[in-house]
């Protein structure tokens, strides 16, 4: 167990999946040796470098599309030959271009509160035009996943979010709800995926190119989707609920 949490760097539900162990005496195994939860360490060594932070506030709507989370994440883009973390620190400053900057990826994603069903795209950008689209096309792809009927879109209070989606939300007859601001822990389920992308896509080994990473996106969604263990749905993926909400 303790190796399969070091080779895979995944939770209990994962190392249970690998070991055949169940989770909870995973759990138990691991809170006896001390090691910390995958929220405190780095994602590419697997090193604690942080203390996490929960809340006490939970709460799960009752049927698929009822309340969906959207959000973005940046991310730096990815030198050709790979960044620092593909060569090493010490080829830190070799990788660093002080004259062209080379920006970053806005990671685009909507997030099913009840099945936990998610889509993501990698922008160029998070303007009110952009964040419209993404959110044309995530619907699209929850319909074709069974949840025909979005009620509800949770978001912070972007100014992206707050006048350019109206559109969109007026045609698909989504009624927008928004946090409190500097709350973020309102739209917790969406700043959760996105601790599981940066962790399980993102920073989970080096890629060569930007591109490569892009491009390994789609797969993992599909993994996230229809095949890894999700903890909150009893160690089912999230298509399960999504297809059959009881």
């Not at 360490?41 to 006490?56: E, H, N, V, Y």
């Not at 707050?162 to 709350?183: E, M, N, T, Y």
Request: proline share 6%; aromatic share 8%.
């Amino acid at each position: 167990m303790l190796a399969a949490r070091r080779d895979l760097r995944c939770g209990p539900a994962g190392i249970a999946a690998a070991t055949g162990v169940p989770a909870r005496t995973v759990t138990r195994v691991l809170t006896r040796h001390r090691v910390p939860r995958l929220a405190e360490c780095d994602p590419l060594t697997g090193d604690r470098i942080r203390a996490s932070k929960t809340t006490a506030i939970r709460y799960e709507r009752s049927r698929p599309g009822e309340l969906v989370h959207m959000d973005v994440k940046k991310i730096a883009r990815i030198p050709d030959g790979g960044g620092w973390k593909a060569l090493g620190r010490h080829q830190r400053e070799t990788t660093r271009n002080r004259k062209n900057k080379i920006g970053y990826d806005y990671i685009h994603c909507l997030v099913d509160d009840h099945s936990r069903l998610a889509y993501a795209e990698v922008l160029t950008d998070e303007k009110g035009p952009t964040c419209a689209a993404f959110l044309e096309r995530a619907a699209a792809y929850f319909a074709e996943h069974g949840i025909t009927r979005i009620e509800r879109l949770m978001t912070d209070n972007a100014w992206a979010y707050k006048w350019s989606l109206r559109g969109v939300c007026a045609d698909l007859g989504i009624r927008q709800k928004f946090i409190k601001p500097h709350c973020p822990w309102q739209n917790g389920k969406a700043e959760r995926f996105n601790r599981t992308l940066a962790t399980e896509w993102a920073y989970r080994r080096p890629y060569p190119t930007n591109h490569a990473r892009t491009q390994a996106l789609t797969p993992w969604l599909e993994h996230y989707n229809h095949h890894r263990a999700h903890t909150a749905l009893g160690g089912r993926p999230p298509i399960t609920r999504a297809l059959s909400p009881t």
